[in-house]
């Protein structure tokens, strides 16, 4: 998806979720300022990345039983999680699928994207496991919940949006 953004200048979120400060959020946290919230909403979109590893790890590893392909090894896939932190103007607020989720209008041009959070490569060991028991842990799984609050101590590093196509070579 951050190759499609920088090769189209823009990009859209799956089902248009995003995560976002929202009043909800706000009312859930008893203290916190604006920086400390953003930071929650984060979190919670990291953990949505988690969950599109796991979408496409899962359709890869389909693709490769029926089409009788073994994976290529020289393509194995980066487990980083990423998020995007943009600008926009019309969000509609989604509470029945959680306090930060709101739903985008539209694509994000690249205009609007204010940085890139993107693990690093000391994290990727600790993110395929979570990719592997995402589901699980989102099921209530202790274990699994110990797995993904693994990968979770990793903090993303912050690039500039002009930063991306730099960074996506180095990949």
């Known amino acids: ?9 823009e990009i859209r979120a799956l089902n248009d979720t995003a ?11 008893a203290s916190g300022d604006d ?16 969950r599109l590893l796991a979408q496409d790890q899962a359709g890869t590893d389909l693709h490769d ?6 994976p290529d090894p020289g393509g194995s896939p980066i487990f980083r999680r990423a998020v995007i932190a943009a600008d926009v103007d019309a969000a509609t607020l989604r509470p029945d699928l959680d306090d930060a989720v709101v739903r ?10 204010a940085s890139v959070h993107l693990d690093l490569a000391e ?4 993110v395929a496991k979570a990719v592997d028991v995402i589901d699980a842990a989102d099921m209530g799984d ?3 919940e110990f797995v ?9 590093a912050w690039y500039a949006a002009q930063e991306l196509p730099f960074l996506l070579e180095l990949l």
């Open 1 to 9: 998806m951050l190759r499609e953004l920088v090769a189209d200048r």
């Open 142 to 144: 202790t274990d699994a």
């Open 123 to 126: 994290a990727e060991a600790e």
């Open 65 to 70: 039983e029926r089409s009788g392909d073994e």
């Open 35 to 50: 920086e400390e919230l953003a930071e929650v909403a984060m979190a919670e979109a990291a953990r949505a990345s988690l």
């Open 19 to 29: 995560f976002a400060v929202t009043p909800a959020l706000r009312e859930a946290y």
């Open 104 to 113: 985008l209008s539209g694509p994000i041009t690249y205009d609007r994207i």
């Open 148 to 156: 993904l609050g693994d990968a979770e101590d990793h903090q993303l």
